[in-house]
């Protein structure tokens, strides 16, 4: 692997421009007449090059420049999250020239694959970028509301005076956001598309949330996928995911690659903390991540309450942003496994707050009552008000659903911090704090590598990204042992040549 930092205007390219000659049907859909993934004709000198700029050695920030000779495509865009020196680095110029960037293509709409696009056409970035009809929709959701929340933030620190930065200054904003999605362009799982002139490029479905997918690059006679998120294939929710197609080259997630999930099912998992705290005559508030999270949530309590197993006590999802998603699981009924009448139970049982005013007047109930709010790691968002109110209360209960990354508000809670520090204040924490084990949406280590296995042959190695250090290394050594592969865990910035035919290292 050749290890070297990618600069403005470095591999001998003009990175100047917003166009380039015999470029422009990278903004056209080229269509194959067939639903397989054929390979360019190889041009002379051949190049096919793929750097890793994010979710290395963290499971945020997921960026993948793959470079031919003549483009450049940038698989995810998304923004950094957790610990500050990586958050800083979605200040920080890109490490290549937006403008030279030729398409982008996005395996899903979560933040921390699509949330830094909006920022990228800020800096110049005017290409297509590539994903699924689900993708884009829920990126017309995601995105604005992404920044109405850091426009709120930076808002907040400036009347609280909380920042360091005078005034603070949101990432992007509401209306940047709304451009980007301009240069979204959908396509169908499981159709081969040119994505640049001389790539051809495929999606494939891989449950997780609605419209999430593996992404296939072909050029010169080599395939390389990258797998986003992997779902699980036993979710109450989502679909199952599809096996990887056939490839030189694998890049993998591993966020749970060093353990796995629960017997437990998530039913029992919340059939239980409910009734201790609804006894007591608690409040549960239920940080979610609005897309995937907050329905799988939402559905499993109605459940509970439509079987009996719990009193009808009021269920709320304050957060716009997963109410809007909701309504979505309807249009693409192909890609979950609810029927009518899972997702009409569901609707009737959600009292669904929409002003900021319910919001506050929401802080001011007492229970028992369940709160399911974004966001799901509790880096921002309303669910920020509800700690304030009821986390200094011991009747009451934090409830955590899914992987809280180092770094965040979500991952001290979860290891039992006494007090977290929002908007500039210590919270004391004297709530019940419950980590909801089976709520992931992510494969575990087992399920990776039975993933993987399902590939119709061997690739020339794995990369293994978006995952903690010692998650990525113990999905190492497990593939290595169990399958007899080449496993590899990339650095930030580093970088392979993927037509190299010399033998590994």
């Known amino acids: 692997m050749d290890r070297r930092a990618i600069g403005w205007g470095q591999h001998g390219r003009d990175t100047k421009r917003n166009s380039r000659p015999g470029c422009e049907a990278a903004t056209t859909t080229r269509r194959c007449l067939v639903d397989t993934l054929s390979v360019a004709d190889a041009a002379a000198p051949a190049h096919f090059r793929l750097t890793f700029l994010g979710a290395n050695a963290t ?26 020196p990586l958050r800083l680095r979605n200040w920080a110029p890109f490490p290549v020239d937006p403008a030279s960037i030729d398409a ?8 921390d694959h699509s949330g830094y696009l909006p920022r990228l056409v800020y800096a110049g970035f005017r290409g297509p970028v590539w994903c699924t009809e689900a993708t884009r929709a829920l990126c017309g959701i995601l995105l604005p509301d992404s920044g109405r929340l850091l426009e709120e933030e930076a808002g907040y ?14 990432l992007y904003t509401e209306e940047d956001a709304n451009r980007s999605l301009r240069q979204l362009r959908a396509m169908p799982a499981d159709h081969a598309f040119e994505a640049v002139p001389g790539v051809q490029a495929m999606f494939r479905g ?5 419209g999430a997918s593996a992404v296939t690059l072909a050029h010169a006679e080599t395939r390389v996928t990258f797998s986003g998120d992997i779902g699980r294939s036993d979710d109450a929710v989502m679909a ?6 056939e490839s030189d080259w694998i890049v993998c997630e591993s966020t749970y690659g060093d353990r796995l999930h629960p017997d437990e099912t998530l039913r029992e998992e919340l059939l239980a903390l409910l009734r201790r705290v609804l006894a007591r005559q608690g409040v549960v508030v239920i940080p979610a991540f609005a897309v995937g999270r907050a329905q799988l949530l939402l559905h499993t309590i109605a459940q509970l309450i439509a079987d009996g197993d719990i009193p009808e006590v009021p269920l709320y999802l304050n957060s716009p942003m997963a109410s809007k998603v909701t309504a979505l699981y309807h249009q693409f009924s192909d890609q979950h496994r609810l029927d009518d ?10 009292r669904i707050v929409s002003s900021v005013e319910e919001s506050k007047a929401l802080n001011r109930r007492k229970g028992p009552m369940v709160i399911v709010s974004a966001a799901g790691m ?5 669910v920020l008000h509800h700690l304030l109110a009821f986390a200094g209360d011991p009747r009451n209960a934090i409830a955590l659903c899914g992987y809280q990354a180092g770094g965040t508000r979500g991952a001290a809670l979860a290891a039992g911090a006494e007090t977290v520090r929002i908007y500039g204040r210590d919270v004391e924490v004297k709530a019940e704090v419950a980590q909801l084990a089976a709520g992931s949406a992510h494969a575990d280590a087992a399920e990776l590598v039975t993933w993987l296995r399902a590939a119709p042959r061997p690739p020339r190695a794995v990369f293994l990204t978006h995952g903690e250090p010692d998650a990525a290394d113990a999905l190492r050594k497990r593939i290595e042992r169990e399958l007899g592969w080449d496993a590899r865990v990339p650095e930030y910035r580093d970088s392979v040549d993927l037509l190299d035919t010399s033998p590994p290292e």
């Open 59 to 84: 499971v945020t920030g997921s960026r993948y420049l793959v470079e031919t000779g003549d483009a450049r495509i940038l698989v995810d865009c998304g923004l950094f999250q957790g610990y500050k």
């Open 104 to 111: 982008v293509l996005l395996t899903h709409a979560h933040l």
């Open 157 to 170: 620190a400036n009347r609280r005076g909380s920042s360091k930065h005078h005034p603070a200054m949101p």
């Open 206 to 210: 891989q449950g997780h949330i609605l």
């Open 240 to 245: 199952a995911p599809q096996p990887p197609a």
């Open 341 to 350: 009448a899972a997702l009409d139970t569901m609707q009737r049982l959600t």
């Open 378 to 382: 509790v880096t921002g968002g309303r």
